[in-house]
């Protein structure tokens, strides 16, 4: 399975499973969903930070010149077009099941509108990760102290 797609899958599927939770959680208790709303938010960035960053570090262990990496931009933006309209349209299907109050958006909203902000919310976090995972793993390797050529006794 290409790298995008796992990605792809895995934070569409989470952000499908927030949506549902947060529906039913304002069907229960209407006056908390401003802060369900950011525990959503919070839990959806934090996942993404948190997978961009593992990529990042992956990557500058795998190439430790910056100029020679992986282009991990277009991983995670196909990652994030896919997740987005794959999450936008299984919202719409699953707000058609009776008790699933997933906010009566229409089709076009979830594939335009509600896409693009689910792509935002992959994309950006992801390269933000990226850029981090990249810099902390560099600072490592250029901070360790570089082992001798031509070790000499201690005694000598």
């Given at each position: ?24 959680g304002m069907m229960t208790w209407p006056t908390a969903g401003v802060w369900m709303r950011i525990l959503c938010l919070i839990v959806l960035v934090g996942a993404v930070l ?107």
């Amino acid at each position: 399975m290409n790298a995008w797609v796992l990605r792809a899958v895995g934070l569409g599927a989470l952000t499908v499973v927030l949506e549902t939770l947060l529906g039913f959680g304002m069907m229960t208790w209407p006056t908390a969903g401003v802060w369900m709303r950011i525990l959503c938010l919070i839990v959806l960035v934090g996942a993404v930070l948190a997978w961009g960053f593992l990529d990042g570090r992956a990557d500058r262990r795998a190439h430790p010149d910056p100029e020679h990496g992986s282009d991990l931009t277009m991983r995670w933006l196909k990652a994030a077009i896919a997740g987005g309209l794959g999450a936008g349209l299984v919202s719409w299907i699953l707000d058609y099941i009776p008790k699933f109050d997933l906010g009566d958006q229409g089709l076009f909203f979830n594939i335009t509108s509600g896409a693009a902000w689910i792509i935002l919310l992959i994309f950006i976090p992801s390269m933000l990760g990226v850029a981090v995972g990249r810099w902390l793993t560099g600072r490592e390797k250029n901070g360790a102290p570089a082992a001798p050529s031509n070790p000499q006794p201690a005694n000598a």
